[in-house]
């Protein structure tokens, strides 16, 4: 899904807050496993979060994107980096912390994924250690026919970007549409994004299936709230 835009992918956020994210997060290791000392990052992709983690923690990822973890890698040499689907992976090991962040987990699209993803993530949290999750909208919330658009205006690099929220049943769909603007040219290109619209029920039956105590913080690290499933020591 970010085969075009991954090159791009800091440019384009670059109005996420990742340090004050990663402060809450390891606000919320301190309160629930202070003994914390390995970490798992799920979806990691250009492994920003993991450098500010790193730190503080025995820090490793995974991602589904080869392009995402040539990033990281550049980013974070020496850092083992795994490339892996969420829902099947076995690293061989487990965790004080396994997390899947900035929503990510929604690219699972269905409750049945979610499940599975839940599962493979949970055989790798130790005995004691916790499972974050950063949910993002559930049905209710999501909202359709709202037109969004980013921008980047810099002297070698300008992007706009822009979708429209749509919904097919409990998937959200936005249709990407990019042009990029390099000394080089104009490049014009666009992706498709679904997101998995899944309930507060769906998380909680999926913790549950993996053997996890679950709680919620309202807000977590980007504001969207996190799942702090622990799994009993």
């Known amino acids: 899904m970010y085969?075009?835009?991954?090159?791009?992918?800091?440019?384009l956020y670059h109005f996420k807050d990742y340090a004050t994210g990663v402060e809450r997060l390891v606000a919320t290791i301190n309160s629930h496993n202070p003994s914390a000392r390995s970490f798992l990052d799920?979806?990691?992709?250009?492994?920003?979060?993991l450098?500010?983690?790193?730190?503080?923690?025995?820090?490793e990822g995974l991602d589904i994107e080869p392009e995402f973890l040539k990033q990281a890698r550049r980013r974070l040499p020496g850092i083992a980096l795994h490339q892996g689907d969420m829902r099947q992976?076995?690293?061989?090991?487990?965790?004080d912390v396994v997390a899947c962040l900035f929503s990510s987990i929604t690219y699972l699209k269905t409750p049945e994924n979610l499940r599975q993803g839940v599962l493979t993530l949970a055989r790798h949290v130790a005995p004691g250690g916790l499972l974050l999750i950063d949910p993002l909208y559930p049905p209710e919330s999501y909202w359709e026919g709202r037109v969004t658009m980013n921008t980047l205006d810099r002297p070698?690099?300008?992007?706009a970007w822009m979708y429209v929220s749509e919904r097919e049943d409990r998937v959200a769909k936005h249709h990407q549409h990019f042009l990029v603007g390099?000394?080089?040219g104009i490049e014009v290109f666009d992706e498709i994004h679904e997101l998995g619209l899944f309930t507060d029920s769906d998380y909680r039956d999926a913790f549950a299936a993996a053997g996890l105590d679950t709680s919620y913080d309202d807000i977590g690290p980007m504001n969207r709230g996190l799942y702090i499933?622990?799994?009993?020591?």
């Open 51 to 59: 450098e500010l983690l790193r730190p503080r923690f025995d820090v």
């Open 3 to 11: 085969r075009r835009s991954v090159k791009y992918y800091d440019d």
């Open 89 to 95: 992976f076995d690293l061989g090991r487990t965790f």
């Open 229 to 233: 499933a622990k799994r009993p020591a």
């Open 182 to 184: 390099t000394p080089d």
């Open 156 to 159: 070698d690099l300008k992007i």
């Open 42 to 49: 799920v979806a990691c992709g250009t492994g920003k979060h």
